[in-house]
């Protein structure tokens, strides 16, 4: 791994750099299995998987805070002409200004769940997105109704994509190892996503739907709306009086929304 042995990870940046040659062969190649008009790489650290991101061709934007990773990403592939590298701050920064992106990120834990959320809230044309998340992370993207890990981020993100697994990896897949298993999931929009206006709103719906996860839904609902009001949408969606946000299928979401819109 060229680079990774001279950047020092900095537990400030949430920095663990990837080693597993088969993790980073199957992340470039769902990544680049995208037709999309460029690449947009979160987090690149030392460059372990820019190498093989720019060998395909396409523009590559990399987006890294680290100012010493920056050096080395520069003095690294400063010459190769696809090359486009952003200092700044995944959450806030400007992004690229492409026709199409396909995203890859080994994100730093601390502010993955804010990242993946922009992503999904901001109307960036991303065609896929190959992303690592701490297992914990991962598995409440993946979250199904009835279960701890279901809530607001698995339903916002399964109302936009479509996520698929990729695979499970170690703390041995990591330089220096962290305390946790981590996760590579891929997202691909879904043909029916939620258009952009209403994600916004769905979001600020959930929160407040799942205020105190152990409540039922009429209970986070009420001094919002009132009982009859709660009622009306209840029997609407054909929900018991005692539901808990938890138990509320993703279609059933966007129905509340749209009805409480109206």
Request: with cysteine.
């Amino acid at each position: 791994m060229e680079g990774s042995e001279r950047l020092r990870a900095k537990k400030s940046f949430g920095q663990n750099f990837l080693v597993h040659s088969g993790a980073i062969k199957a992340i470039l190649a769902n990544a680049l299995a995208s037709p999309a008009a460029g690449l947009l790489e979160i987090g690149p650290g030392p460059g372990t998987l820019t190498e093989g991101l720019l060998a395909d061709g396409r523009p590559l934007w990399a987006m890294e805070l680290d100012p010493e990773a920056c050096e080395l990403l520069q003095r690294r592939f400063a010459e190769r002409p696809n090359f486009h590298l952003l200092q700044g701050d995944a959450v806030r920064s400007p992004m690229p200004d492409a026709a199409s992106l396909s995203i890859i990120g080994n994100l730093p834990y601390n502010v993955a769940t804010p990242i993946l959320t922009r992503f999904l809230l901001e109307p960036l044309p991303w065609e896929r997105m190959v992303l690592m998340f701490q297992l914990e992370v991962g598995q409440r993207i993946l979250g199904v109704p009835g279960t701890k890990d279901y809530g607001p981020l698995s339903i916002l993100s399964q109302s936009v994509a479509r996520v698929t697994r990729i695979m499970k990896l170690g703390p041995g897949s990591f330089r220096p190892a962290p305390k946790v298993d981590s996760i590579v999931l891929l997202f691909e929009p879904r043909p029916d996503a939620l258009p952009l206006a209403e994600r916004k709103p769905l979001l600020d719906l959930l929160h407040r739907s799942f205020a105190q996860r152990r409540k039922t839904l009429a209970n986070n609902w009420g001094g919002w709306l009132s009982p009859e009001e709660i009622q009306g949408v209840l029997e609407a969606e054909k929900l018991s009086p005692s539901v808990r946000a938890e138990a509320v299928p993703v279609a059933n979401w966007i129905s509340i929304l749209r009805r409480l819109a109206q």
